[in-house]
């Protein structure tokens, strides 16, 4: 398989020695310091692009290779407002697109308890928040994860939005953001009341687990030839 990866930061580096240990190939590593070598990609050099970029460059980074008829594996957060233009962009040109906010199989398990979690506790009274904890070089707050694990809360908990910072308002969800140095992320749920406390977490030890979950996701796209807009759904079947 030959990948070209569309923002080649530590978690390009990541997928890089993860995919050439596993036989595939790197066509190109692309950053803001070679940004041009985008329009030199192409079916005959790429199988398919990896891209963890930067939020105000990713619509514009899809949209390149989707035109292009590359398959493409998007792990960015931040860019989300614009997630209509690049359906209907894929829609439009046939393309191929998958997205997750987190490549992490454990994280993608994580997103079914804390969906069975929020139902199971609907209609308890306990006030719900979230804590991620991530590295000082996150440019996004709060992390595309967090806002993952906040969408089911909100419905069964019949929220009306996620705020980013503490709070005692129950029609709000607060989600605490905090950047520590040499953090690859951690997700906490809390229900609390005054008689008890119940959390749950996740905790990554290091960016592996998402660049192999890319790489497998990648692997999954290029052997089942899928097509349209793709996610972790499609991918892990549940």
Same mark, same amino acid.
């Given at each position: 398989?030959?990948?070209?990866?569309?923002?080649?930061?530590?978690?390009?580096?990541?997928?890089?020695?993860?995919?050439?240990?596993?036989?595939? =190939?790197?066509?190109?590593?692309? !950053?803001?310091?070679?940004?041009?070598?985008?329009?030199?990609?192409?079916?005959?050099?790429?199988?398919?692009?990896?891209?963890?970029?930067?939020?105000?460059?990713?619509?514009?980074?899809?949209?390149?290779?989707?035109?292009?008829?590359?398959?493409?594996?998007?792990?960015?957060?931040?860019?989300?407002?614009?997630?209509?233009?690049?359906?209907?962009?894929?829609?439009?040109?046939?393309?191929?697109?998958?997205?997750?906010?987190?490549?992490?199989?454990?994280?993608?398990?994580?997103?079914?308890?804390?969906?069975?979690?929020?139902?199971?506790?609907?209609?308890?009274?306990?006030?719900?928040?979230?804590?991620?904890?991530?590295?000082?070089?996150?440019?996004?707050?709060?992390?595309?994860?967090?806002?993952?694990?906040?969408?089911?809360?909100?419905?069964?908990?019949?929220?009306?939005?996620?705020?980013?910072?503490?709070?005692?308002?129950? =029609?709000?969800?607060?989600?605490?953001?905090?950047?520590?140095?040499?953090?690859?992320?951690?997700?906490?749920?809390?229900?609390?009341?005054?008689? !008890?406390?119940? =959390?749950?977490?996740?905790?990554?030890?290091?960016?592996?687990?998402?660049?192999?979950?890319?790489?497998?996701?990648?692997?999954?796209?290029?052997?089942?030839?899928?097509?349209?807009?793709? =996610?972790?759904?499609?991918?892990?079947?549940?």
């Amino acid at each position: 398989m030959k990948i070209s990866l569309v923002g080649y930061g530590k978690m390009g580096i990541a997928i890089e020695n993860l995919g050439l240990a596993a036989g595939h =190939s790197i066509a190109y590593k692309i !950053d803001k310091s070679n940004q041009n070598q985008l329009e030199e990609l192409s079916l005959e050099n790429t199988d398919i692009v990896i891209e963890f970029s930067d939020p105000k460059k990713a619509v514009f980074n899809i949209k390149a290779c989707i035109k292009k008829g590359i398959p493409v594996i998007s792990g960015t957060t931040g860019w989300l407002d614009a997630w209509q233009e690049v359906e209907l962009y894929c829609k439009k040109h046939n393309g191929t697109f998958f997205y997750a906010s987190n490549y992490s199989i454990g994280v993608n398990l994580f997103f079914k308890i804390n969906q069975f979690a929020a139902k199971l506790m609907a209609h308890q009274n306990y006030q719900v928040e979230l804590e991620e904890i991530h590295h000082t070089e996150k440019k996004d707050s709060p992390s595309g994860t967090a806002i993952t694990l906040a969408e089911p809360i909100l419905n069964e908990q019949n929220m009306d939005h996620w705020v980013n910072n503490k709070t005692d308002d129950k =029609s709000k969800l607060g989600i605490l953001s905090k950047r520590e140095p040499n953090v690859a992320g951690t997700h906490v749920v809390t229900y609390s009341s005054e008689i !008890d406390e119940i =959390s749950f977490s996740h905790i990554a030890h290091g960016r592996k687990g998402f660049a192999k979950g890319a790489l497998s996701v990648a692997e999954w796209v290029i052997k089942s030839k899928s097509t349209g807009m793709l =996610s972790m759904k499609d991918f892990l079947r549940f």
